[in-house]
């Protein structure tokens, strides 16, 4: 087993209630960071504090928990601004939160769009140029890694806008390592392929469709939140930091094949 060393630093990870953001939050929180965590309700902080004791060595100091809908950029700056009060510095900046929902080809609407897009692509923008400003105007800073998806390059005909948003991440990730890398920091995404998580818990719930995927994939098994979470300490971490504008693909092979045509 790889282990990182993260003492010392702070490191944000949006939506880390559950899923891949949690398990992330987690193993930052083992190789010794400070970890802001946030998502859109509140938490009662002495529970969570409990459940992330296996994780902290009881050092519940390092552990940190906001409010934050990142659809908005009023409350990403809070929670930012949040984060570099309470820890003195913000090094790793992971932009996981996001939502997947059927947008079918042909049923489009303006209000799909407005959500798909500030969730999961404003929400990652304004983010990383938040970052941008504040170690343009303080220095430090070290990584930061955005969330994609397989979704990025294939052609989902039920996810138009999930697709559209997710190939801005690849976008943006490529212009602000372009734009931090005088800074030290470099800029990465990690691309998921089909990973179990509450995101995709009713697709999946069909033991067929499961099969289906499992078999289709050249890995033959579907991933797991370690999977991803093993990709973004690495890209997060020292050893990693002459790769900038990358992405990640973490998909069990998924994007070596032709995408089906429905
Ligand atoms: P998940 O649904 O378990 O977790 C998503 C997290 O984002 C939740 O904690 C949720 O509360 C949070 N979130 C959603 N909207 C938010 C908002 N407006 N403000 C704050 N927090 C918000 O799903 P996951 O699979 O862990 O997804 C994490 C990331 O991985 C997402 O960006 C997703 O697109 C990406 N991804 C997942 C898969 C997969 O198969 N699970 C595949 C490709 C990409």
Redesign the pocket.
Known sequence: MISYDFSGKTVVV?????????RCAEKFLEAGANVAL????PRDIDALLAELEPFTNGEHERVMYET?????VE?IDAFLTAVVARFGALDVLV??????EATPVGEVSEEMWQRNI???LK?QLFACDWFARYHKENGGGQSIVN?????SILTGQNTPL?NLC?AGTNSLTRTYAHGLGELGINVNAV??????????KATYSDPAAEAAMRDALVMGR??V?DD?ANAVLFLASEESNYITGQVLFVDGGWTLQQAPKK
């Open positions: 949006t939506g880390s209630a559950r899923g891949i953001g949690r946030c998502g859109h309700s934050c809908d990142v659809a908005s409350s932009n996981n939160a996001g939502i997947w500030d969730t999961n929400s969330i994609s998806s397989v979704s999930y997710k691309a998921p392929g089909s990973i179990a998580t509450d995101i995709n579907r991933g939140t991803i």
